[in-house]
């Protein structure tokens, strides 16, 4: 049977919530290109899948599926930065860091949902929660000062500081 081993999985949290906070200026440069019609569609799109995880709670609510599922998002975003890194910066490259990121959204209500079941306690999920907002805060604030470097330096277009 598996289980969380909380000292590991905190860490993890800690490390995953580090990338979202060094990522999400960048997503904004990123999406740029795309229309807002994109962004409306998109959440409809999100809002019916996340519909549909909800009805199989009663099958994935457990450790093994929580592991497919986080080995699943993390595959997609691995994935969707890989092409991004290795193809030009285009509408196409943006549409598809667009929806990458989307399919990992369907599936965050229920990770956040499993985690909690999974944890158990109130002290384990305080000690998962802090750790995933001090990693989210470390990200951001690292994130700003390289923004601020490469300004110093006159690199100041958008699409270049995140290309």
């Known amino acids: 049977m598996l289980t969380i081993i909380p ?3 905190i860490r993890y949290k800690f490390f995953n919530s580090l990338f979202l906070g060094l990522s999400v200026g960048a997503i904004f440069t990123l999406y740029a290109p795309l229309e807002p ?4 569609l998109g959440g409809v ?7 549909i995880v909800a009805r199989f709670y009663k099958q994935i609510l457990n450790a093994e599926w929580f592991f497919r599922i ?19 910066y285009s509408y196409q490259t943006a549409l598809l860091m667009y929806i990458g990121y989307q399919i990992t959204f369907i599936f965050g209500s229920y990770l ?24 989210y805060l470390f990200g951001m604030g690292i994130s700003y ?17 995140v290309y």
Do not use: C, P
């Open 7 to 9: 000292k590991w999985f």
């Open 37 to 40: 019609s994109i962004y409306s």
């Open 45 to 51: 799109f999100l809002a019916l899948a996340m519909l």
């Open 70 to 88: 986080s080995l699943f998002v993390e595959v997609v975003l691995v994935i969707a930065i890989l092409y991004f890194l290795y193809h030009q």
């Open 112 to 135: 956040i949902r499993a985690e909690t079941l999974l944890l158990k306690t109130d002290e384990l999920l305080t000690q998962l929660d802090t750790a995933k907002q001090l990693g």
């Open 145 to 161: 000062i390289f923004y601020k470097i490469l300004e110093f330096y006159s690199v100041e277009s958008n699409q270049i500081q």
